[in-house]
T-cell receptor
Framework: GIQVEQSPPDLILQEGANSTLRCNFSDSVNNLQWFHQNPWGQLINLFYIPSGTKQNGRLSATTVATERYSLLYISSSQTTDSGVYFCAVERVGNTPLVFGKGTRLSVIA | DSGVTQTPKHLITATGQRVTLRCSPRSGDLSVYWYQQSLDQGLQFLIQYYNGEERAKGNILERFSAQQFPDLHSELNLSSLELGDSALYFC????????????FGPGTRLLVL
């Protein structure tokens, strides 16, 4: 099956710093989503981004489908950004999402 | 709020017991997915239903079963529970067509003692 690798596995930032999270995938995909899992366990949709670039406030994401990777940028990080960030992909053929292992982000005041 | 609801939020039970988790999809969504998040396996797909019919099956144990009802809500039944079934169970919904966003519910946290 398709492999989804996220890096780094852990990241500690000072409040106000910027960061880049990476997601590599091993096959062509129909769908790529970024999620934030908050400390209460809730999975929050950040982006649906099978290709191209999107921005939402301090967050932006870029997917280069031909090179099979996606990047999530967090600027001016805040303590509320803490949690685990997951990348998930849907292989071509309408298959369910396959998740990476996530990047655990801790933002310190 | 994603629009996907799950009940109960928390469930504590004993080994060998049976539980039912419930999910209501977003209004208009025909497809429901169940995922399990455990410490050792991460987030894994269990099963998908589309408009009442099973569409795809993932790493779902034989002790687990699911169904989607005519009103499109879904139930995941877990039986003969083991300690290792303790996990966060998520339901997600979408329109069911390729290249659509899946929206996740808040999850049901199951603890088997």
């Amino acid at each position: 099956g398709i492999q989804v690798e996220q890096s780094p596995p852990d990241l500690i930032l000072q409040e106000g710093a910027n960061s880049t999270l990476r997601c590599n995938f091993s096959d062509s995909v129909n769908n790529l989503q970024w999620f934030h899992q908050n400390p209460w366990g809730q999975l929050i949709n950040l982006f649906y981004i099978p290709s191209g670039t999107k921005q939402n406030g301090r967050l932006s994401a870029t997917t280069v489908a031909t090179e099979r990777y996606s990047l999530l940028y967090i600027s001016s990080s805040q303590t509320t950004d803490s949690g685990v960030y997951f990348c998930a992909v849907e292989r071509v053929g309408n298959t369910p999402l396959v998740f990476g292992k996530g990047t655990r982000l801790s933002v310190i005041a | 709020d994603s629009g996907v609801t799950q009940t109960p939020k928390h469930l504590i039970t004993a080994t060998g017991q049976r539980v039912t988790l419930r999910c209501s999809p977003r209004s208009g969504d025909l497809s429901v997915y169940w995922y399990q998040q455990s410490l050792d396996q991460g987030l894994q797909f269990l099963i998908q239903y589309y408009n009442g019919e099973e569409r795809a099956k993932g790493n779902i144990l034989e002790r687990f079963s699911a169904q989607q009802f005519p009103d499109l809500h879904s139930e995941l039944n877990l039986s003969s529970l083991e300690l290792g079934d303790s996990a966060l169970y998520f339901c997600a919904s979408s329109g069911g067509r390729p290249q659509e966003t899946q929206y996740f519910g808040p999850g049901t946290r199951l603890l088997v003692l």
